[in-house]
């Protein structure tokens, strides 16, 4: 049993290291960003660096984990299931205060939507390349 995880984790411990990096910014960024006031008082522009990351950071993180994924493992769902399961288990240990039970599986769920998203654009690429490899044979 041992040694099976171990093949497991050597073989994809490229995916477990980016998506904890991934619940690190999650976690960094729920907990300790700061909301920024700027302009004058007429036209102040607000905003909260915690909602710009889950907005624009974990999307953008996310979608490149897909392609980064896909084209060193060649893989779709594995990767994918690895990084359900590591955000579920932050979500559901830092998150479950603030949250309902669906909360946890929905947050979850995003990184795993726009992962599939970058995963299925990087093999439609590199599906591309190889029949126009497989052409000018």
């Known amino acids: 049993m041992k040694n099976r995880f171990l093949i497991f984790f050597r073989k994809y411990w490229f995916c477990f290291l980016l998506s904890i990096i991934m619940v690190i910014g999650i976690h960094l960024s729920t907990r300790y960003a700061d909301v920024y006031k ?3 008082v007429g036209d102040m522009i607000r905003f909260d660096l915690g909602d710009l990351y889950l907005i624009f950071g974990l999307p953008l993180y996310s979608f490149v984990y897909g392609c980064l994924s896909y084209t060193i493992l060649k893989k779709a769902w594995l990767p994918q299931l690895i990084l359900f399961g590591v955000t579920f ?49």
Do not use: C, D, Q, R
């Open 38 to 40: 700027t302009g004058n």
């Open 89 to 137: 288990i932050h979500w559901f240990i830092y998150g479950i205060e603030a949250l309902f039970w669906e909360g946890t599986y929905i947050l979850s769920v995003v990184p795993v939507i726009f992962s599939l998203i970058g995963t299925g654009i990087a093999s439609f690429i590199y599906t591309i390349i190889k029949s126009i490899k497989k052409n000018n044979n």
